[in-house]
Nanobody, 123 residues
C-alpha cells in the first residue's frame, strides 16, 4: 500500500484547507484510515479516523466541530476538511492505513503511512 498526502499549505487563522490522501491497491475499501499530525518539537498525535465503510468517525477533542474526515472508496482517497484553522493546528499531517479490524487511534496500530503534508496557519 502506498499513500500520497497532499493539500497542505499556508493559510491565515480562521481559514480552511482540505487534505487528500490517495492510496494505491485494490483493497483500499477494506482499510480504516487515519490522519495524524506532528508539530515542531512535539510528538505525533492522532487527529481523525474513519472506518472502511465511512460509517464510523473519530476525532481528537481539539478538532471536533472544525475538521471532517471522509473517504471516497471509488477514488481510493481519504480527505480531511479543516475549517476554522488556528496557529496550533500547524503541523505536518500524515495519513495512515490500518489493515486490521476496527478503527484505532494509536499510531502504532497503523500499518502504512504517507509522506506527510505541511500545514502552516499564521496568526
Amino acid at each position: 500500500v502506498q499513500l500520497q498526502a497532499s493539500g497542505g499549505g499556508l493559510v491565515q487563522a480562521g481559514g480552511s484547507l482540505r487534505l487528500s490522501c490517495a492510496a494505491s491497491g485494490r483493497t483500499f475499501s477494506t482499510y480504516a484510515m487515519g490522519w495524524f499530525r506532528q508539530a515542531p518539537g512535539k510528538e505525533r498525535e492522532f487527529v481523525a479516523a474513519i472506518s472502511w465503510s465511512g460509517d464510523r468517525l473519530y476525532y481528537t477533542d481539539s478538532v471536533k466541530g472544525r475538521f471532517t474526515i471522509s473517504r471516497d472508496n471509488a477514488k481510493n482517497t481519504v480527505y480531511l476538511q479543516m475549517n476554522s484553522l488556528q496557529p496550533e493546528d500547524t503541523a505536518v499531517y500524515y495519513c495512515a492505513a490500518h489493515l486490521g479490524v476496527g478503527v484505532p487511534t494509536p499510531g502504532y496500530e497503523y500499518d502504512y503511512w504517507g509522506q506527510g503534508t505541511l500545514v502552516t496557519v499564521s496568526s
